[in-house]
């Protein structure tokens, strides 16, 4: 696995980013941070605290759908303690979505009551969205503006180049999302990132990532597991380790090689493949008590 950590964002890269995050953050009056609802702390930018400071903030647990439901609720109910409103979403379907504008209304009632207090009949409010690689930022905006029939307009008073998406009478999202990177500081939130497939496969090797994605799911899904790949007790239990077990998927689904070889690395692909598809259910690697 030391491949995965080698990926780390160059530090020029992210000072970069971090300044473009933080010159848009001037224009915007909140904060959409979209996070993957099956690993919430792996898919979470360590720096966001700081790079947004007091800015309200809004948290999608995006791609629900492949996530475990009641550990979405869990979720949601352990970042509103911590005054956080999220909600959860499938930007794929569009689900969830409709509860997006009440829940920005709300974290931004303060402000919206407060201008119309001062006179201003209809306030429009700005926000943008921040978010890890293949978090589903462009899946959000595409599903956003085709709710509300989104219309794109130039403002070079304020800053050139700069465009809005409308998405409510009172709001409106930049079109070009923040991409955060993701932290690599521990083993586990290395191999989530590669199991839901937030790292590209050719930078690391499949096998391994497989045995360790096997290893995780016999233990904390071991009946899903079972039946996905059709294993019986005995064989989970009996196997010396998790080669043992991807070689025996693999012949199971007839994977094999010239000479009769099981084709380990295409049963791996397989198996994660599958994983990410949600073949297996949905499953929350993280939940809040690991916080
Ligand atoms: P990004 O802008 O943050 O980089 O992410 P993007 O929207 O491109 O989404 C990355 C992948 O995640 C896409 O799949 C997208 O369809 C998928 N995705 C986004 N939101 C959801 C969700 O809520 N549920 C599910 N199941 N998938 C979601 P892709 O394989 O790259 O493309 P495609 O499958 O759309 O062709």
């Keep these: 696995m030391s491949e995965i950590q080698n990926i ?8 970069k980013t971090k300044r473009k995050i ?9 904060v959409v941070e979209i996070l993957d609802a099956r690993i919430p702390i792996s898919s979470r930018n360590p720096d966001i605290a700081s790079l947004i400071q007091n800015k309200p903030r809004v948290v999608l647990l995006n791609k629900c759908d492949m ?6 609720q869990k979720w949601i109910d352990h970042l509103k303690k911590s005054n956080i409103s999220a909600i959860a979403v499938d930007c794929k379907s569009g689900k969830g979505i409709n509860k ?5 209304n709300n974290v931004l009632s303060n402000k919206l009551n407060s201008l119309k207090n001062k006179g201003m009949i209809n306030p429009i409010l700005r926000i943008m969205i921040v978010g890890i690689p293949n978090v589903g930022k462009s899946s959000f905006i595409n599903k956003i503006a085709k709710q509300t029939k989104a219309k794109v307009e130039d403002r070079p008073g304020v800053t050139r180049g700069n465009q809005w998406y409308t998405i409510s009478k009172n709001f409106e999202l930049l079109d070009t999302p923040g991409v955060l990177w993701p932290k690599f ?4 939130t290395a191999e989530h990132l590669a199991f839901t497939g937030a790292i590209k496969d050719q930078i690391m090797d499949v ?21 996905r790949f059709k294993l019986t007790d005995d064989i989970l239990v009996n196997s010396e380790n998790s080669y043992e077990t991807l070689k025996f998927i693999g012949k199971k689904r007839g994977m094999l090689i010239s000479g009769g070889e099981i084709d380990t690395e295409r049963a791996a692909t397989m198996i994660l493949d599958e994983f990410r598809a949600a073949k297996l259910g949905e499953i929350t690697l993280e939940l809040p008590e690991k916080e």
């Excluded at 780390?8 to 000072?15: A, K, L, N, R, S």
């Excluded at 360790?212 to 899903?224: A, D, F, G, H, T």
């Design 8 to 15: 780390q964002w160059f530090p020029g890269h992210m000072t």
């Design 22 to 30: 933080q010159a848009s953050l001037k224009l915007v009056d909140a």
């Design 67 to 72: 996530a475990d439901k009641i550990s979405n």
């Design 100 to 104: 997006f504008v009440p829940t920005l």
């Design 185 to 188: 500081d521990d083993q586990t």
């Design 207 to 227: 096998e391994q990532l497989a045995m360790r994605l096997i290893e995780v799911l016999s233990e904390i899904k071991p009946q899903k597991f079972m039946e």
